[in-house]
């Protein structure tokens, strides 16, 4: 059974820093397109940043230059490094893996910007 299993949500000042992980198990990693969305209460969930199996990277308007996504396929590790947090970033973040037509998900995790 697949299983991503996201990690480094929590609370956080204004202009703080989290770096968010998602250890995929049980899939080629490689092959896989990896994601990162979130969901804030009473929203629909988006995507926040992803990266091809190639490693090339797409990012919300919202985030650019602020997030930075990674992967390490020796480890099967995905990444999401944010900087200068605000409180619009508060969600619940969800690292997804998919490769042709194939989508799995991870149960999430918290992240609240607040002062």
């Known amino acids: 059974q697949v299983q991503l299993v996201e990690s480094g949500g929590g609370l956080v000042q204004p202009g703080g820093s989290l770096r968010l992980s998602c250890a995929a198990s049980?899939?080629?990693?490689?092959?896989?397109?990896m994601g990162w969305y979130r969901q804030a209460p009473g929203k629909q969930r988006e995507l926040v940043a992803s990266?091809?199996?190639?490693?090339?990277?797409n990012y919300a308007d919202s985030v650019k230059g602020r997030f930075t996504i990674s992967r390490d396929n020796v480890v099967n590790m995905v990444y999401l490094q944010m900087d200068s947090l605000n409180p619009e970033d508060t969600a619940v973040y969800y690292c997804?893996?998919?490769?042709?037509?194939?989508?799995?998900w991870g149960q999430g995790t918290q992240v609240t910007v607040s002062s």
């Open positions: 049980r899939i080629i990693f490689s092959l896989y397109h």
């Open positions: 990266i091809t199996s190639g490693g090339l990277t």
């Open positions: 997804k893996a998919g490769y042709l037509g194939l989508n799995y």
